[in-house]
Structure formats: structure tokens, C-alpha cells
């Protein structure tokens, strides 16, 4: 067994990276493959050619057996290398990379896992839309696919990638709770426990996501200015199972004022460690653990208990009804793209319909 790699000029000036592999098969002969290898530097073609090296004495040639067939890798052999040299080496998110794995498990591979990434055409693309899935998660697992493809491309594996379109989906507005179901529940968990409130306070008028309620350390939170910092969110790692520290989703910071009830409820809380929510023994608290909270709180409260993503919900829903402009309720989200802010932007029509009502109402009062 041999792995070389060596530069080969081409007549137009560049250059690009081959890879001769020399494999000996169990049945006792010699299979050598010469290809283009992907990558920019020696060391990448290495690398890949070693991989290469492996997948062909684990599961041998394949269906044809031929150097030409086997060129190009199916999407079952693709995907661990997508998932280490772009997930993991651009460290992106370990929810990002669960949902690539379970996308790649779940729905890919038991469609198009035998398929060379060459050989994907529409017909393809058709058989996953067909699949009885949510347009959310249809729509999710193609974008994760066009990802896939577009990588393929830029490392040389294929040389084109085919056009993907969504499936249509229906416009879904978020739940949130309106200003009396929002009083009920917070005052239901102020009755539970000072964290619960706390909780509720974060997601409901600071607009923190689960994890970036969990990350709120002491030290982001500034009582003289009346602030606090999200520049941390609590999430597992990797492949370990710990619980870490990352920045927040879209990897920017943000500066949030702090209302008079969450500054109340803060400055009310045990200071048992780092974190601002801890459980008794002064560590952070789990999503689990906190998810189980608030469904007591809602259920007191006479709601139907669902995620802790609904505050969020809550927070940007209540800020369009007092009729925040976009811009500003983007930048106190902390989203990305202003794509998702308008999502909220039906409840616009009620703002205006209360603006006209005020009008008819002064103009009523003025002619008596």
C-alpha cells in the first residue's frame, strides 16, 4: 500500500494536486487508482488520498470496481468529510453539527446515499420534496444539501452542482402571549420561585434565547448602567457532552437595557456561582431543568406549557404592538438577517388599526 501526491502543471498555467494510490485488495490484487485530489495545498491532497486509502480497504471498490467509477464518492462517503473539514474545521455550532447529522442520517442517506455526487440530477431532488415532511423541514434539509453540493464544488470533488428550489411554504406567524396572558404567567412564576421569575423577566422583556439565559453571567450584568452584555450561550459540546460557553447565534454580541421589573428580579436573585441561573447547589441550570420550570409556571398560570422560546416570541411580538420599528427590534433580538424580524411585522396591521381608532376617538371627543 502507497499514498503519493504530486503537482501537476496544466498548459493553461495553473496547477492542481493528483493523487496515485496503490491499494492491495483482499482477493490478492494490486488496484491503483490516479485521481485529481481536492484541495489547495499538498497537505490537504494528502489528506484526502489517505482517506481515500481507508474508505477502499474498509468497504473495497464498490459497485463497478473500476478507477472511474469510484472517482467521485457517494453522499454516504462524502458526508463525514463535509462534516470535519467544513462544520467542524469553520466551527460552526454544535447544534449546527447535530442537525447536518441527523439531516444526513435521517433523510439524505436513506434516499441518496448510493448516489455518486456527480450523478444527482432533479428526479433526485423531486423523490426528497415527495417525502411526507413539514415544508419547514423539507426546506431545512435542501438548504443543508445545497451545502453539501456547493462544498463538493469548491474542494474539485464534482465540478458542478445542480439547482435546488424549496417546496412552498405557508406563512406561519410565531406564538407569543398577549399582555394579560404575559402578567398571568409572570406572576405565576414570581409565586414558584425568584430564578423562575427571573427566567420569565429574561425571555419576556430582555428577549433571551434559552441557552443565552442559561450563559447570563454575573459579570455581563451591569446594575449602574442599567444593562446587560448576551455575549454567551450555553450549549453541549461536540462530541463530549459537556456544557460550554459559545458566543450567541450569528456570533455577535449585544448590548440590552434592562426593564425595571428584570432589574428588580436580578438584583432579588441568590448569587450561588458564575452564572446568574444556577440550581441549588450553584450550578448552571440545564434547558431540560428549565423547561420543566416554566411548564409549572404555565400551567398555573392557565396556559398550555410549551418551550421557553416563546418569551422570545413575546419580547419582539410586544415590542411591534407598541409600535417599535423594525431596525431597532432586529438589533435588540440579535438577528442576523432582517428576514427574520418581519416575521413578526402582521401584528403591524393592529398597531395601525389602534393609530386610526385614537384618531376617530379624538376627532369624536373634539366635535362634542
Known sequence: MAVNVRERKLPSGGSHWQADIRVRLPSGVLHRERLKAPGNTRNQALRWARQREAHI??????????QRSRGVPTLAEFAPRFIQDHVVANRLSPTTKRDYENTIKNHLIPVLGNLRLDKLDARH????????????????????LKAILRAAVNWGVIETRIEITGVKQPDKHPRFYDFADYRRLVEAAGALSPELYAIVRLGGDAGLRCGEILGLRWTNVNFDRHKLLVC?????????GEWILRTPKGGRPRWLPLSAPLERALQGLPRRGEHVITNESGRHMTPNALTRRLARAQRDA?????????????FCSHLVLR???????????GHAELSTTEIYMHLVSEVEEDAIR?????????SS
Open 323 to 333: 409600535g417599535v420599528h423594525v431596525r431597532t427590534i432586529q438589533k435588540l433580538a
Open 358 to 366: 385614537r384618531l376617530r376617538d379624538e376627532d369624536a371627543g373634539s
Open 125 to 144: 431532488v423531486q423523490a426528497l420534496k415527495r417525502r411526507q415532511l413539514a415544508a419547514t423541514t423539507t426546506n431545512k434539509m435542501l438548504n443543508q
Open 232 to 240: 454567551d450561550n450555553l450549549v453541549r459540546a461536540r462530541d463530549e
Open 57 to 66: 480497504l474498509r468497504f473495497g471498490l464498490g459497485e463497478r470496481g473500476t
Open 302 to 314: 392557565g396556559l398550555k406549557p410549551c418551550g421557553p422560546h416563546i418569551l422570545r416570541h413575546t
